[in-house]
Nanobody
Framework: VQLQASGGGEVQAGDSLRLSCAAS??????MAWFRQAPGKEREFVAG????????NYADSVQGRFTISRANAGNTVSLQMNNLKPEDSAVYYC?????????????????WGQGTLVTVSS
C-alpha cells in the first residue's frame, strides 16, 4: 500500500485547509491522520473506519476537523476549519489493514510522506 498526501500550505489563523490522501494497492480497513510539530512527538489527529461510519478525533481538533473517506475507501480527506497556530505541523496519513481505530501510531503499517501545514497568527 502506498499513500500520497497533498493539500498542505500556509494560511492565517481562522482559515481552512483540506488535506487529501490517496491510497494505492490493497484497501486498508482504517485510515488516519497524524501530525508532528517541530520538537514534539507525533500525535494522532483523526481516524476513520472503512465504511466511514466510525470516526475518532483528538480532543484538540474535535469540532474543527472532519475526516472523510471516498473512492471506494481509497481516499481519505481531512477538512480543517478554524485553524490555529498550534495546528502547524507536518501531517501524515496512515493506514492499517486491521479493523479498529487506534491513536497509537505503532499500529499503523503504512505511512504517507507528509504534507506541511503552517498557520500564522
Amino acid at each position: 500500500v502506498q499513500l500520497q498526501a497533498s493539500g498542505g500550505g500556509e494560511v492565517q489563523a481562522g482559515d481552512s485547509l483540506r488535506l487529501s490522501c490517496a491510497a494505492s494497492g490493497r484497501t486498508s480497513s482504517v485510515m488516519a491522520w497524524f501530525r508532528q510539530a517541530p520538537g514534539k512527538e507525533r500525535e494522532f489527529v483523526a481516524g476513520i473506519n472503512f465504511s466511514g461510519v466510525r470516526k475518532n478525533y483528538a480532543d484538540s481538533v474535535q469540532g474543527r476537523f472532519t475526516i472523510s473517506r471516498a473512492n471506494a475507501g481509497n481516499t481519505v480527506s481531512l477538512q480543517m476549519n478554524n485553524l490555529k497556530p498550534e495546528d502547524s505541523a507536518v501531517y501524515y496519513c496512515a493506514a492499517k489493514p486491521q479493523a479498529g481505530i487506534t491513536s497509537a501510531g505503532a499500529n499503523y503499517y503504512y505511512w504517507g510522506q507528509g504534507t506541511l501545514v503552517t498557520v500564522s497568527s
